[in-house]
């Protein structure tokens, strides 16, 4: 029996992952991506995790049989616990995994394409984590009539719906901390597992996402159409998070010359 087709979207809050998990979702070939485990808690009881994760495969996949979901971080260890609740092995084609992260996580997704979305600029990256706790706005499209999958959208992009955000050094430096543990827990369990994931770099997919949604594609053995549908989701960052931007690096240069 062929095994199933499977993409792991893998990332951090704030990495820019939405506009991945938009373009595969607009190729109707790669799944329907999303952020499945949010409401899952090992804290349930009664529930039977193995059989509720066989049903978000069969949910969120498409009619070619791919199934995609997008995982956080911080999510792990929350699908580990609920995983490891019900009747479900553990792999046993790996000697010794008593030292190994996540044990059923790998097992659940054994055989699939791991995608691993990054964001090179942490700086600006933890900038907007602050930004849209503030504002509560994590996305955008151009047009208010548009609509879209993602949670807490501005319809309607407007360059002032920030200009109220209170510029806070500390939140934006504990926002990178946060952001270096959660890449810190990705690189071991793509280590602990011998997984090579497919690598995303943000800052680089904005320009030639459609050559890397194409090699996603040819992982999972799907044959992509030659025109490729364009996105809703716009840039949310503006002047102000360029200005939050400006004053956190005079910050920290200043807190560098105190020292000298």
Not at 190 to 202: G, T
């Given at each position: 029996?062929?095994?199933?087709?499977?993409?792991?979207?893998?990332?951090?809050?704030?990495?820019?992952?939405?506009?991945?998990?938009?373009?595969?979702?607009?190729?109707?070939?790669?799944?329907?991506?999303?952020?499945?485990?949010?409401?899952?808690?090992?804290s349930r009881e009664g529930v039977d995790f193995s059989e509720r994760l066989q049903r978000i495969q069969e949910r969120d996949?498409?009619?070619?049989?791919?199934?995609?979901?997008?995982?956080?971080?911080?999510?792990?260890?929350?699908?580990?616990?609920?995983?490891?609740?019900s009747p479900m092995p553990v792999r046993d084609d790996v000697p010794d995994i008593?030292?190994?992260?996540?044990?059923?996580?790998?097992?659940?997704?054994?055989?699939?394409?791991?995608?691993w979305i990054r964001r090179r600029d942490t700086i600006r990256q933890a900038i907007s984590r602050v930004m849209a706790r503030q504002t509560g706005v994590n996305h955008a499209v151009g047009d208010k009539n548009d609509e879209h999958f993602a949670g807490k959208v501005l319809k309607g992009y407007s360059q002032k719906y920030n200009q109220n955000a209170d510029y806070r050094q500390n939140a934006i430096r504990g926002a990178m901390k946060q952001i270096q543990k959660e890449e810190l827990v990705?690189?071991?369990?793509?280590?602990?597992?011998?997984?090579?994931?497919?690598?995303?770099?943000?800052?680089?997919?904005?320009?030639?996402?459609?050559?890397?949604?194409?090699?996603?594609?040819?992982?999972?053995?799907?044959?992509?159409?030659?025109?490729?549908?364009?996105r809703k989701l716009v840039k949310l960052s503006n002047a102000v998070n360029d200005e939050w931007f400006r004053r956190y690096t005079d910050d920290v240069i200043a807190e560098l010359s105190e020292n000298i």
């Amino acid at each position: 029996m062929k095994a199933p087709r499977q993409i792991i979207l893998c990332a951090t809050q704030r990495c820019g992952s939405t506009i991945v998990v938009e373009d595969l979702r607009n190729t109707e070939l790669l799944g329907m991506p999303q952020e499945a485990f949010i409401p899952w808690s090992p804290s349930r009881e009664g529930v039977d995790f193995s059989e509720r994760l066989q049903r978000i495969q069969e949910r969120d996949a498409t009619d070619n049989g791919v199934f995609s979901v997008k995982v956080m971080a911080r999510q792990l260890p929350v699908i580990e616990k609920c995983l490891a609740l019900s009747p479900m092995p553990v792999r046993d084609d790996v000697p010794d995994i008593s030292d190994k992260v996540f044990p059923y996580v790998s097992s659940a997704f054994k055989d699939a394409t791991f995608v691993w979305i990054r964001r090179r600029d942490t700086i600006r990256q933890a900038i907007s984590r602050v930004m849209a706790r503030q504002t509560g706005v994590n996305h955008a499209v151009g047009d208010k009539n548009d609509e879209h999958f993602a949670g807490k959208v501005l319809k309607g992009y407007s360059q002032k719906y920030n200009q109220n955000a209170d510029y806070r050094q500390n939140a934006i430096r504990g926002a990178m901390k946060q952001i270096q543990k959660e890449e810190l827990v990705w690189q071991r369990f793509f280590r602990d597992w011998d997984i090579k994931p497919i690598m995303v770099d943000y800052e680089q997919y904005v320009d030639t996402w459609e050559e890397k949604v194409r090699e996603i594609a040819a992982a999972v053995d799907v044959t992509l159409p030659t025109e490729l549908k364009q996105r809703k989701l716009v840039k949310l960052s503006n002047a102000v998070n360029d200005e939050w931007f400006r004053r956190y690096t005079d910050d920290v240069i200043a807190e560098l010359s105190e020292n000298i």
